[in-house]
């Protein structure tokens, strides 16, 4: 194809590889590097040596979708299998089933409420003086109430977010739903699983084509845009910049992880409501894997800390404050040519896989387009600010 172009992509997770699919699909030559020994960013699963059990080495990633077209892009590249997240939660010495739901109240106030009944009782509990909730403790008050607002988000998301929920926007909480039945799944989503054989070999299976060179292990350098034609940034955004105005603040993970030679916790994940245990929640990757049979457990502790600048990035803060600086980066990278940003580092955005892969396949097609119809691809191709 005499159209062909040189793309470089600078990172090997979801957004780069899905992107560089798309384009190498189209004829075009795609380099991708990622300054990590492997593919998948924080995605990577790989087994634990010890137990064989598939470990998501960055945390618990639950692949769930409303979006059809990213559930059928996916199954292309992996056997997807049965999964439905149930949450529990530890608090006050007791365990509560998440999302709140039927069980959880009836529970938690010693009631036998019917579906009606349950609604009327919470709010009765709810502050209906608050008409628009912005923040995530304003959200809480005005659809579950000061005790349960309390009970199970106040602690873990000060531990989480390392602020006050009063400092955070509504949005966080509204990933959350509230039931008034007894339907325990995590998620509202019509399509859940999890990759049979882990998301590692999903990427593997993305990047496997002929118009696409992986090279790992690889930090960019300015000579590595020598030659191209555009580049597809997917690293934190400030990076590109070398953090001229500040840093974008992010959360970071520690993981302590450890073996039980029997069941740990009999689930998935328990999280810790108190603010006095200093971990959020507790991970067995076995139970991520349930098609697969294993006697002891892989858990993971999980704590959440500020980003310092050799940590790994996870959740972006997206504070006022971290606003201001955003625009600032904002407003520089829309001045660029030849060169566009995806994904969460590179839009700073807390996005959840099916997101990355529906922003990136529309991304990957707004180039493709540009090139058909010789206009400018832009720098970003979803609302960033
Ligand atoms: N959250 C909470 N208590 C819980 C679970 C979640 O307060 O037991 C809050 C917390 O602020 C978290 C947000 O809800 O950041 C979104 O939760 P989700 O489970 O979607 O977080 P993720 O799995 O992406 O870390």
Sequence with gaps: MNNSKNILIVGAGFTGAVIGRKLAEHGHQIRIIDSRSHVAGNCYSERDEKSGIMVHTYGPHIFHTDNHDVWEYLNRFTEMMPYVNRVKTTVNGQVFSLPINLHTINQFFNTTCSPSEARKLIESKSDQSINDPQTFEEQALRFVGKELYEAFFKGYT????????????????????????????????????MPKHGYTPIIENILNHPNI???????????????????????????????????????????????????FQGTAVMNYGEEEIPFTRITDHKYFSPWEEHKGSVCYREFSRTCMPNDTPYYPIRQMGEMELLNKYLNLAEQEKNISFAGRLGTYRYLDMDVTIAEALHMANIYIDSLDKGTEMPVFTVNVR
């Design 213 to 263: 060179v992986v090279e790992l292990e690889h930090s960019y350098s300015a000579s590595d845009s020598d030659g191209i034609d555009h580049l597809f940034f997917t690293g934190p955004l400030d990076s590109w910049y070398d953090y001229k105005f500040g840093r974008l603040g992010y959360r970071t993970l520690d993981f302590e992880k450890f073996h039980t030679e029997d069941d």
């Design 158 to 193: 000060i531990k989480q977010w390392g602020m006050s929920p009063a400092e955070l926007p509504a949005s966080i909480l509204k990933r959350l739903p509230v039931r008034f039945n007894y339907d325990d799944n995590y998620f509202s989503h019509k399509y859940q699983g």
